[in-house]
């Protein structure tokens, strides 16, 4: 009879996941394995990777030696996830579905149905820690810097953070593969799997136009001066440099154009010449539905750091706290903030929670 817990591992196909449940198991504890199936819409395109993700997560588990099902949560992912990401980006937004996915469906649903199965814990092969201090559970940042995932984390709350076990917090990515290598899963070279999970390897554009009408309308300098033609302003997002098809400097200087704005109300797509143009720079930013970890805002008297994006570095700001939103002040300008996205805050490897980015 095991000593330790049940834990419910999720497992996508991929080296992480496998790790972790191999890890737990290692360490003693009851483990199940858990393969989520999130999108079905065109599960015969040459995009689709779940039945090949499915296959692998079985293979593992089997070598391992654990139980693994599979449960489908699309119509819960169409509901709570798929459906803001298209309204977001209706509205001219950037939205990061992912994290909504973690605090709805991988931390909501899994875990709901991880409890029904009588696990007492669940775990993921995300990059991150999670320590207990004076009765509140902390998220941390993983060792392993260049691999951290707590950025996609921030919406979780005490409860969920409670019950959720990072195995790969503390080890490097490095050795993550080393690992499956040792005990030969079958994934242990799998490519890690990048961008959104319905969309897989397909260009961005080509997805959404089968989603979002286009809406073609002129590319505007600040100034007003027409430089070219968009598809439609859903399809861009600030900071964008490829697709813009306007070239380099018509002054012959070269230098790549950039998104830098859009004029909902008259169709337009501001651009700038120059990554460092000042139009892309902002020292303050203002966030909406505000998700604090802890259950409640940070002393703001004094100073913290945040990312305004996932793979940036922290940034030392000031934080107020306003009626309906919290603002964020750099002590230096901040490079292409989207709206849409989000603004995580940390404490030096604490991460306090996070926003959506209004302006």
Same mark, same amino acid.
């Given at each position: 009879?095991?000593?330790?817990?049940?834990?419910?591992?999720?497992?996508?196909?991929?080296?992480?996941?496998?790790?972790?449940?191999?890890?737990?198991?290692?360490?003693?504890?009851?483990?199940?394995?858990?393969?989520?199936?999130?999108?079905?819409?065109?599960?015969?395109?040459?995009?689709?990777?779940?039945?090949?993700?499915?296959?692998?997560?079985?293979?593992?588990?089997?070598?391992?030696?654990?139980?693994?099902?599979?449960?489908?949560?699309?119509?819960?992912?169409?509901?709570?996830?798929?459906?803001?990401?298209?309204?977001?980006?209706?509205?001219?937004?950037?939205?990061?579905?992912?994290?909504?996915?973690?605090?709805?469906?991988?931390?909501?649903?899994?875990?709901?149905?991880?409890?029904?199965? #009588?696990?007492? %814990?669940?775990?993921? =092969?995300?990059?991150?820690? /999670?320590?207990?201090? &004076?009765?509140?559970?902390?998220? !941390?940042?993983?060792?392993?810097?260049?691999?951290?995932?707590?950025?996609?984390?921030?919406?979780?709350?005490?409860?969920?953070?409670?019950?959720?076990?990072?195995?790969?917090?503390?080890?490097?990515?490095?050795?993550?593969?080393?690992?499956?290598?040792?005990?030969?899963?079958?994934?242990?070279?799998?490519?890690?799997?990048?961008?959104?999970?319905?969309?897989?390897?397909?260009?961005?554009?080509?997805?959404?136009?089968?989603?979002?009408?286009?809406?073609?309308?002129?590319?505007?300098?600040?100034?007003?001066?027409?430089?070219?033609?968009?598809?439609?302003?859903?399809?861009?997002?600030?900071?964008?440099?490829?697709?813009?098809?306007? #070239?380099?400097? %018509?002054?012959?200087? =070269?230098?790549?154009?950039? /998104?830098?704005?859009? &004029?909902?109300?008259?169709?337009? !797509?501001?651009?700038?010449?120059?990554?460092?143009?000042?139009?892309?720079?902002?020292?303050?930013?203002?966030?909406?539905?505000?998700?604090?970890?802890?259950?409640?805002?940070?002393?703001?008297?004094?100073?913290?750091?945040?990312?305004?994006?996932?793979?940036?570095?922290?940034?030392?700001?000031?934080?107020?706290?306003?009626?309906?939103?919290?603002?964020?002040?750099?002590?230096?300008?901040?490079?292409?903030?989207?709206?849409?996205?989000?603004?995580?805050?940390?404490?030096?490897?604490?991460?306090?929670?996070?926003?959506?980015?209004?302006?």
């Amino acid at each position: 009879m095991s000593v330790k817990p049940c834990v419910v591992v999720g497992m996508s196909g991929g080296v992480d996941s496998s790790v972790t449940a191999l890890l737990l198991k290692e360490q003693g504890y009851e483990v199940i394995g858990l393969f989520m199936k999130n999108w079905e819409d065109d599960d015969d395109s040459e995009y689709c990777s779940s039945r090949e993700d499915l296959n692998d997560a079985v293979s593992v588990a089997d070598t391992i030696g654990i139980p693994i099902e599979a449960v489908n949560f699309a119509k819960e992912y169409k509901d709570r996830v798929f459906s803001y990401f298209l309204r977001e980006y209706e509205a001219g937004r950037t939205p990061n579905p992912d994290i909504l996915c973690n605090s709805e469906i991988k931390f909501k649903a899994f875990l709901d149905h991880a409890m029904r199965l #009588g696990a007492e %814990k669940i775990a993921t =092969g995300h990059y991150a820690k /999670v320590r207990e201090q &004076d009765g509140l559970f902390q998220l !941390l940042k993983a060792d392993d810097a260049s691999k951290d995932q707590s950025y996609f984390l921030h919406r979780l709350n005490q409860h969920q953070l409670s019950k959720s076990m990072f195995p790969l917090g503390g080890i490097p990515k490095s050795k993550v593969r080393e690992i499956a290598r040792q005990h030969n899963l079958s994934n242990a070279a799998k490519k890690d799997s990048t961008g959104i999970c319905f969309i897989g390897e397909r260009p961005f554009r080509e997805f959404l136009n089968r989603y979002l009408p286009t809406k073609p309308g002129e590319m505007v300098t600040p100034e007003g001066k027409v430089m070219g033609q968009h598809m439609g302003l859903s399809f861009y997002t600030y900071g964008q440099r490829q697709g813009l098809g306007i #070239g380099g400097g %018509k002054d012959g200087s =070269g230098e790549p154009w950039f /998104v830098a704005g859009k &004029d909902m109300a008259n169709n337009r !797509l501001i651009v700038v010449q120059g990554h460092d143009h000042q139009a892309l720079l902002k020292p303050e930013l203002d966030a909406l539905d505000m998700h604090w970890i802890a259950g409640h805002a940070p002393d703001t008297s004094r100073g913290y750091a945040a990312k305004t994006r996932y793979r940036q570095q922290d940034a030392a700001c000031r934080i107020t706290l306003q009626y309906d939103r919290t603002h964020f002040n750099f002590d230096s300008p901040q490079w292409a903030v989207t709206p849409g996205q989000s603004v995580v805050p940390y404490d030096g490897d604490v991460c306090l929670g996070g926003g959506i980015i209004a302006n």
